[in-house]
C-alpha cells in the first residue's frame, strides 16, 4: 500500500513539472507562430520581399524580442489604420488574441516544437493584382457626391507622413457610415483599403474627414 502511494505521489510531482514548464501546451513555431508569421508577414517578409525574412525558425528566433516589441505597438504588420472603425476585406492587422500568441511564444522560451512535421507547406507567392477603378472619386476636404457610386474600396493617394484623421460618409437620410481612420500614416506600406462589403452611396452624401492637404480616392 505504502509503495502504491509512493508510486501515486511520484507520478504527480512528475505531472506538476511536466505542466509548470508547458510540455504539451507551449506554443511553438512549428505549429502556431510559423503559421501566422506566413498568414499576416510573410507577403513582405520573405526572400526577395520588402523586408527581411521570417519565414523559417532560423530568421525569425534572432528577431523574436523585436517582432514582440513591434506588435505590441501594432507598427507590424503595417496596416495604418484604426482597427473597428470600418471593415476590410484585406485587413492584415493582428488581432489581440495573435498579439498575445506571439507575446507568449517569446515569453515562453522562443520554442521551435520537437515535431517539425507539423509546418505549413512554404507559402507561394503572386504579383499582388493592381488596384483598378473604371469611377474613381478623388476626395480632399468635405465632397458632396454628386452620384450615387458602390463604394468597393479607399486609396490614400496623398497623404502627408505622420498624418492621421478619420473619413466617414453622411448619407441623405443623416446615416453616417466610418469609413476609415488613418493613424500615422507611413507612404512606404502604401496600399489600398478594400471594404468587406461594397456600401451604396446615393448622390447627396456627403464624405467628411479628409484633410485639404490630402486626396483619398474612393473606389467604385
Not at 505597438?73 to 471593415?87: D, E, L, Q, Y
Amino acid at each position: 500500500m505504502r509503495h502504491a502511494l509512493a508510486v501515486t505521489a511520484l507520478s504527480a510531482s512528475i505531472g506538476a513539472v511536466v505542466c509548470a514548464h508547458g510540455s504539451g501546451d507551449a506554443i511553438t513555431w512549428n505549429r502556431e507562430i510559423s503559421r501566422l508569421v506566413i498568414d499576416k508577414c510573410a507577403s513582405c517578409h520573405r526572400p526577395d520581399g520588402s523586408a527581411f525574412s521570417l519565414l523559417t525558425y532560423k530568421d525569425a528566433q534572432p528577431r523574436a524580442n523585436g517582432i514582440k516589441a513591434a506588435v505590441l505597438a501594432r507598427t507590424m504588420p503595417p496596416w495604418g489604420a484604426v482597427k473597428g472603425f470600418g471593415n476590410f476585406r484585406n485587413d492584415q492587422s493582428l488581432s489581440q488574441e495573435q498579439i498575445e500568441l506571439i507575446t507568449k511564444w517569446v515569453d515562453g522560451g522562443i520554442r521551435r516544437g520537437n515535431n517539425p512535421a507539423l509546418l505549413p507547406k512554404p507559402p507561394e507567392f503572386k504579383p499582388a493584382p493592381q488596384t483598378t477603378s473604371t469611377a474613381a472619386v478623388r476626395i480632399s476636404g468635405a465632397v458632396t457626391l454628386d452620384r450615387a457610386i458602390v463604394l468597393d474600396g479607399l486609396f490614400p493617394e496623398k497623404v502627408p507622413p505622420g498624418q492621421s484623421f478619420q473619413v466617414s460618409a453622411v448619407l441623405p437620410n443623416g446615416h453616417v457610415e466610418p469609413l476609415l481612420w488613418l493613424h500615422g500614416y507611413d507612404a512606404r506600406f502604401v496600399h489600398p483599403f478594400l471594404l468587406r462589403t461594397p456600401l451604396r452611396l446615393p448622390a447627396g452624401t456627403v464624405i467628411r474627414g479628409v484633410p485639404s492637404n490630402a486626396v483619398l480616392v474612393l473606389l467604385s
